[in-house]
């Protein structure tokens, strides 16, 4: 009678560790990157009345006689299952689709969430902007290459690192010269090239139809950082019955070699503006000639910048050249569901999680970032309020056992009478 009395108080604590588990889950059903938990009850104790027998010759084997004496918690697992993904727009946003977890650094050691919420701070580090944790990976070189294999450490977005200019070495010319205009016709048109310190230049290209399906042409420009005398270059293309270009495919027609005023790097020799016509053609259609694709650019400033799904964070400069500023690491475990809780959204080491397996979003087990979306909470509420439920069913359970062992013993106390 005292025994079960005992074992219903128990009880009593841990459905009341229950309900802490289901309302742990509940008050974190809108945090970013929650885990749930879940409670699983084991019995603790028994004392054996009567030991088992062995069967004999005359006589069968006797079971034992136990009485329980109560329950205890087995464990309180973590769920690492996924989370729904919500779009928010933010290209800090970022959600894991996979198994990894972020690598955040408090300054003394590295832990581990699955909230992506973050921000780039005014030294221009990534970080989290509720805890102000750095978040962990690897930075691009000079570059643009970013190399795995070293240790990871904080992710900086540059915002005003300049990116240099390049000097144009290739310009391609494409579109049709007419078929059908007379000897002596002109189509011209205005090619943009850049020096080596960015600077532009317009080139003047003129085509001048002459006898068969062939055009001269020639370079010149007014530009006064010019110093090259006009004109820069010269030369004729030729089309076949077919209006197809006869040049050889890929290979230049002519070359821009340039002396600037402004003092930008000459181009001569191996680093002279080469021109291509192959993508000309001479059909019996408007004479419409542009540049279809030059090399260079001007120099520009760190504008903006984009998280890939492999974790690449690619620069947008204000040139329109983009170049790799560094990746995102990710970390998984052999025991995700050994990893201790911290608070903050955040899991660190234990002795039965494992050790770190650290690579970029993409390598096998890790998962893929989405950038612009945010991972919820994975508690399911239909689930936890059946929990929630059993939970004080159970408690009533045993607090109606607690109230009949005391009528029992009451009964006991009055028998004197």
Do not use: C
């Not at 329950?71 to 919500?86: E, K, R, S, Y």
């Amino acid at each position: 009678m005292i025994r079960s009395m005992f074992a219903a108080v128990q009880s009593l604590r841990n459905h009341q560790t229950f309900m802490d588990v289901v309302a742990n889950n509940i008050a974190n059903v809108n945090t970013t990157g929650f885990k749930s938990g879940r409670i699983d009850f084991q019995d603790v104790l028994n004392q054996t009345l009567r030991g088992a027998t062995a069967p004999t010759a005359l006589r069968g084997g006797v079971n034992p006689i136990q009485v329980g004496l109560g329950v205890g918690i087995a464990a309180i697992d973590t769920f690492h299952n996924q989370g729904d993904l919500q779009s928010t727009g933010r290209a800090t946003d970022i959600a894991v689709q996979g198994d990894g977890f972020f690598n955040v650094s408090d300054g003394s050691q590295v832990i581990y969430t699955r909230d992506g919420s973050f921000d780039v701070g005014n030294d221009g580090r990534m970080v989290s902007p509720a805890t102000g944790f750095k978040i962990q990976g690897w930075q691009a070189d000079a570059d643009g290459k970013v190399d795995t294999g070293q240790p990871i450490g904080d992710i900086l977005i540059p915002f005003g690192r300049m990116s240099p200019p390049l000097p144009t070495s290739e310009a391609s010319i494409a579109g049709n010269l007419d078929s059908r205009v007379m000897n002596g016709t002109t189509v011209t048109m205005v090619m943009r090239i850049f020096d080596s310190l960015g600077a532009p230049h317009n080139i003047t290209l003129s085509f001048i139809r002459i006898e068969g399906n062939s055009w001269d042409w020639d370079a010149t420009t007014s530009d006064a950082d010019i110093l090259t005398e006009s004109p820069l270059a010269a030369g004729t293309i030729t089309f076949d019955a077919a209006g197809i270009a006869q040049t050889a495919p890929g290979l230049p027609v002519g070359a821009l070699n340039l002396t600037f005023a402004n003092g930008a790097a000459p181009a001569t020799g191996a680093t002279a503006v080469n021109i291509q016509m192959d993508d000309v053609t001479g059909f019996a259609q408007q004479s419409t000639v542009n540049v279809d694709e030059q090399d260079g650019h001007e120099a520009g400033a760190l504008a903006n910048f984009t998280i890939g799904p492999d974790g690449s964070i690619q620069g947008v400069f204000s040139n329109g050249f983009n170049q790799t500023l560094g990746r995102l690491a990710l970390t998984r475990f052999k025991n995700p569901g050994g990893l201790t809780r911290v608070g903050n959204n955040a899991f660190q080491l234990s002795v039965n999680s494992g050790l770190p397996i650290i690579g970029a979003p993409g390598d096998v087990g890790l998962g893929t970032v989405n950038s612009g979306t945010l991972e919820m909470s994975n508690a399911n509420l239909a689930q936890q309020f059946t929990d929630m439920i059993r939970a004080q069913r159970g408690f009533q359970a045993n607090s109606r056992m607690i109230t009949t062992s005391d009528e029992l013993l009451q009964e006991l106390i009055q028998l004197k009478r």
